[in-house]
């Protein structure tokens, strides 16, 4: 099987011919390849998510592993990890294992396990990192996501775990302590205005400078999720200066979506940690441009409309992203000049690639190496329509908006995971 992708644009803005056969990428793809005209189109390497709920086991209804991974291609993404908070949780060797299978059987792209901090999402005690990472899914990457793992001694004990083996601890970074009463959407003036709890930005940012403290005492890696805040970023930029090994995401919709979408109560636009304002927005912007920001991440996060048909504060928080992650970058960073090709592999794919310990993702586009690779269309725009998404829930908080349409097809391992 092999295909040359002719005449594509390279990240670096270089035009040329791409051969792959055999999964990788070759000097030449012979004389029986499928020819792709890849005029005006970018390649970019497959894109990488470390954050993504997928809900299989627990919540099929919402979505499975196979959807996700459908979704996945569609957005361009050749690999996405899939968050623990399922139930039951990922939290031993067997479940892990078990999530792998199930991405080896969807086989529309990498499903790389994270494994939970505690078990069960307690919160108290360990689970079995060790284990998890001697498993078949070589866990590296564990989180709690949905939770803030509170107890900065629990915290530091698995910071400490991870560390002979490189693994990299990922919080979720909200003080529950410093939460309002109710709180569902940031504590300002838009929290006044509706009569919603809020979360104030210093409940992520204190969570932030705790943790790259303890990242410093023990020498292990933290990654920080779904940054949103002005003083998270600035926290992060001061123990990067440091040297303290930490890593940081910003969502597409943080870095899109802020206060104003909230004001007819739209449950859609619930979601931890909330959406901010202009200030904050642009502080997201301007740390993902500048690197202090490592990686966009989607925190996919699919929810059954019966969990979403509620008022604002019982609504469950989330909302999906997979399949416009990529749009989204373009609009916010590419279109307006902060981000260029070469950038966007950097934080959708090479950067990423490297937080999870990915071997074969996150590559240079060059012969010898594993045939990832999308191909974005950037002129091409389009109305989201949520019905049209292949994901299995419909919390998607673009529908009806005009966003670029990039994906023209995903390769993953040198075949075709998605084509238009
Ligand atoms: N982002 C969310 O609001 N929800 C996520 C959990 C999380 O990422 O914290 C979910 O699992 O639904
Ligand atoms: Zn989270
Ligand atoms: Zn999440």
Request: include cysteine.
């Amino acid at each position: 099987m092999s295909t040359l992708l002719q005449g594509v644009t390279l990240p670096d803005g270089t035009r040329t011919d791409l051969a792959i056969s055999d999964g990788v990428f070759v000097d030449d793809a012979g004389s029986g390849a499928e020819v792709v005209d890849c005029d005006g189109l970018v390649a970019l390497p497959g894109l990488v998510d470390v954050h993504t709920h997928l809900r299989e086991p627990g919540r099929e209804d919402t979505e499975t592993v196979l959807t996700g991974s459908r979704a996945a291609a569609r957005g361009g993404f050749t690999a996405v990890c899939a968050m623990a908070n399922t139930n039951p949780v990922t939290d031993t060797a067997e479940k892990a294992e078990h999530i792998l299978d199930l991405g080896w059987q969807a086989a529309l792209a990498e499903v790389v396990v994270i494994g939970a901090i505690s078990k069960g999402l307690n919160g108290a005690e360990l689970a079995e990192l060790g284990l998890m990472n001697r498993s078949r899914a070589r866990v590296t990457m564990f989180s709690d996501d949905g939770h803030c793992l509170m107890n900065a001694q629990l915290m530091r004990r698995a910071l400490e775990w991870v560390k002979p083996f490189d693994g990299v601890i990922a919080q979720h970074s909200q003080d529950s302590n410093l939460a309002g009463p109710g709180a569902c959407c940031h504590e300002g003036e838009i929290s006044g205005r509706l009569g919603l709890g809020g979360w104030p930005p210093v409940a992520e940012s204190a969570i932030i400078a705790r943790d790259v403290q303890l990242a410093e005492a023990t020498g292990s890696r933290l990654h920080v999720c779904h940054v949103s805040t002005a003083e998270g970023v600035d926290v992060i930029r001061w123990a990067k200066a440091r040297g303290i090994r930490v890593t940081a995401e910003v969502t597409p919709h943080h870095l899109l979506l802020g206060t104003a979408e909230l004001t007819s109560y739209d449950t859609t636009f619930k979601v931890n940690p909330p959406l901010r304002t202009d200030e904050h927005i642009e502080a997201v912007r301007a740390a993902l441009a500048d690197g202090t920001i490592d990686a966009v991440a989607t925190d996919h996060a699919p929810h059954a409309a019966q969990d979403k048909d509620h008022a604002f504060v019982d609504a469950r928080p989330g909302m999906i992203g997979l399949e416009q992650a990529l749009s989204v970058v373009i609009e916010t960073m590419v279109r307006p000049g902060r981000l260029d090709w070469a950038g966007v592999a950097d934080r959708m794919s090479h950067t990423p690639a490297r937080i999870a310990s990915l071997q074969t993702q996150g590559r240079p586009l060059a012969v010898g190496e594993p045939a990832n690779v999308v191909l974005v269309n950037p002129a091409r725009t389009a109305v989201v329509d949520k019905t049209q998404s292949v994901s299995l829930s419909r919390n998607n908080p673009y529908d009806g908006r005009t966003l670029p349409d990039p994906v023209e097809a995903t390769f993953w391992k040198g075949r075709r995971t998605h084509s238009r």
